[in-house]
């Protein structure tokens, strides 16, 4: 799950949450949530990017040009090219259209209820 601001991590604590009861096999991964004190966040970060098969990306108009989203899509990118992972840009409240950059590659899905 990557995320950036309020809203955005607000989204993915919920899908973090929710994900495991729709799929037993599903272990939802969040730095904040799963990088142990003490340990080195670039480090973890990377692994668990190098290991992910599938990427959400919770993006909204706020973290729309946020870096470190665009770094994560980036790192994913290279990943999904050689082993045939996949990402997905959850938007909340955006259009896929406002989507730019490394993200823009994948199809997106929009938050609705």
Request: glycine share 6%.
């Amino acid at each position: 799950m990557s995320w950036s601001g309020d809203r955005s991590k607000a989204t993915a604590e919920a899908l973090r949450k929710w994900l495991p009861h729709m799929n037993l096999l599903v272990e939802p991964w969040m730095s904040d949530k799963d990088i142990g004190a003490g340990s080195l966040w670039f480090q973890e970060t990377a692994k668990k990017l190098s290991e992910s098969k599938f990427g959400i990306f919770c993006i909204t108009s706020d973290n729309l040009d946020e870096p470190w989203i665009h770094f994560e899509a980036g790192a994913l990118f290279d990943i999904v090219e050689k082993q045939r992972h996949r990402i997905c840009p959850y938007l909340l409240d955006l259009d896929p259209s406002a989507i730019k950059g490394p993200l823009s590659n994948f199809q997106a899905k929009q938050a609705t209820k």
